[in-house]
């Protein structure tokens, strides 16, 4: 009877000593986060001022290598340069441009993965004149954006040749000799009248 009573109590006791450590195990885990490389991640350009007709490089750093990205672009506008106008007092005020913003209509780049090292480099080639902004947005959620102002081409004055110069300096020559020679002959012939009224006296 005693050794039942011992075995019942020690199996009473390591269910005790179990139960806790079951519950501990039951109970969920917290996720780890994600580990992203140091810095955060960067969307940088080679030139943020270019001509219409020019191409654009983007440069990224800091994604997860393999990480698949696409690139939003937006574009506004280019704001009208500060414009007068006149009061009702008569005085000129000066009025700011109105500010636009920035409207989704250009195509998404397509999605493409970083590189080992977490770099990408893609290129951008705007079809009109304004302000473009570029978000590049990975799928972990991690964003950063990067802004290129494209201008109109301008227009270069022609080029002033020889030819077009020589040609006026010719007949501008011609004509100055010519006008010398007839001057010559005005003379000429007054001096040959003079001697032959002389001569008749």
């Known amino acids: 009877m005693r050794l039942s009573r011992i075995i019942m109590a020690l199996t009473v006791g390591l269910a005790v000593a179990a139960a806790p450590t079951a519950a501990g195990a039951a109970q969920p885990q917290p996720t780890q986060p994600p580990v992203y490389p140091p810095g955060g991640v960067e969307l940088s350009v080679d030139d943020p001022q270019i001509i219409l007709g020019e191409t654009v490089t983007l440069f990224g750093r800091g994604w997860n290598p393999g990480e698949r990205i696409v690139i939003r672009v937006s574009s506004s506008p280019l704001a009208n340069a500060m414009t007068a106008v006149r009061g009702s007092s008569g005085d000129r005020v000066a009025m700011t441009p109105v500010a636009y ?101």
Request: charged share 25%; aromatic share 8%; net charge positive.
């Open 101 to 201: 913003r920035p409207s989704r209509d250009e195509p998404d780049l397509a999605a493409f993965a970083a590189r080992a090292d977490g770099t990408f480099e893609v290129t951008y080639t705007p079809r009109r004149t304004g302000y473009f902004l570029f978000e590049a947005v990975g799928e972990t959620g991690r964003t950063d954006t990067a802004q290129v102002t494209v201008l109109r081409k301008k227009k270069s004055a022609l080029p002033v040749t020889g030819a077009s110069t020589s040609t006026p300096m010719k007949v501008g020559g011609g004509l100055v000799a010519t006008g010398a020679v007839l001057l010559l002959m005005t003379l000429a012939w007054r001096q040959r009248h003079r001697f032959n009224a002389r001569s008749v006296r």
